[in-house]
């Protein structure tokens, strides 16, 4: 089979489509609720003591969009750079070996959108403090550094804990800060559930990768441990976001309401059962999707929890 029919094959299985659809791959849009998840935590939260101010909420909700689509095209780029990514790859937006898109636009268009969420965390310190410029500057930095220089994050055990912190912990903090101005333990300790799913999510990039990422000398965590124990892994994040959801009801941290979570399980069981039942890359990609789906639906499903509360409270104060 020539290069050409393979690759064509490849695009065909993946269900991958030319025109507009190379570009919008490109951002790997379903990884991007990793970004929205927690910018709507952090200021469903704020809401139940003050009102939402919506510019800050969409200039910090846009900012941090492009910061998670700009370092997806990083590591693109880089994995490129180090021979990683091939037609036959899944997991990427083939954008660069399958479509032909040269491998500096797609990491100048990366630096773009960090330019842009720059402009947009200007406004934010404008209205805020300059110190979220630091924060925000180092979580760029890490996002750059996790596939770039010489030592990316993305080659190491550390990438699942890096991206929980920066993407959950951080972007909640400072969602909630920045309408609040104020920031307290008891909401570091809420960012925790979010923190582990969208660890999770790279741990299961790392668990459909792993054959490929050991033969590219990685160390990932799921190499370091195996495919049993990582899919284990896996497993005991997800439990661990519910149970700790569960303690913080039980102390009173988070309403009543945050039991709704439980409607996102089914996708973290499915994620399991599919994960065990398949090698393949490509058969492992719907347990993918259900890891990602999970953290969509279960900080949805988080957040509303706040909302609902919120409702309740002026319900009962007319």
């Not at 923190?195 to 190499?223: F, H, M, P, Q, V």
Request: charged share 10%; glycine share 8%; aromatic share 14%.
């Amino acid at each position: 089979m020539s290069s050409l029919s393979n690759n064509q094959s490849v695009k065909e299985a993946l269900g991958e489509k030319s025109g507009f659809n190379i570009w919008w791959r490109m951002l790997r849009p379903h990884t991007l609720t990793a970004s929205f998840v927690p910018v709507f935590v952090g200021t469903v939260i704020a809401s139940m003591e003050q009102s939402v101010h919506y510019g800050l909420f969409f200039a910090m909700l846009i900012a941090s969009i492009l910061i998670q689509a700009a370092t997806n095209m990083f590591n693109e780029y880089y994995d490129y750079v180090r021979g990683l990514d091939t037609e036959e790859s899944v997991g990427i937006s083939g954008t660069i070996v399958r479509d032909g898109i040269k491998p500096k636009v797609v990491r100048n268009i990366a630096f773009i959108f960090y330019g842009l969420a720059i402009l947009l965390g200007f406004y934010i310190c404008m209205m805020t403090t300059f110190w979220i410029a630091v924060v925000g500057l180092i979580s760029m930095l890490f996002g750059y550094l996790y596939t770039a220089g010489p030592y990316p994050i993305a080659y190491t055990p550390f990438g699942e804990l890096f991206s929980g912190f920066f993407m959950g912990t951080v972007i909640i903090g400072i969602s909630y800060y920045i309408q609040t101005e104020t920031l307290n333990l008891t909401i570091v300790l809420l960012t925790i559930p979010i923190a582990i799913l969208i660890g999770g999510i790279l741990l299961s990039n790392s668990i459909r990768d792993l054959e490929g990422d050991k033969e590219a000398g990685r160390k990932t965590l799921a190499i370091l441990v195996g495919r049993t124990w990582a899919i284990r892994i896996l497993a005991l994040f997800f439990i661990s976001a519910y149970l700790i959801t569960g303690l913080f009801i039980i102390f009173d941290m988070v309403p009543i309401w945050a039991a709704i979570v439980l409607l996102s399980a089914p996708k973290a069981i499915n994620a399991i059962k599919t994960f065990k039942a398949n090698t393949a890359p490509l058969k492992m990609m719907p347990a993918m999707k259900y890891t990602a789906q999970t953290n969509t639906f279960f900080g949805l499903l988080y957040g509303t929890a706040f909302l609902l509360e919120h409702l309740y409270s002026l319900q009962h104060l007319f």
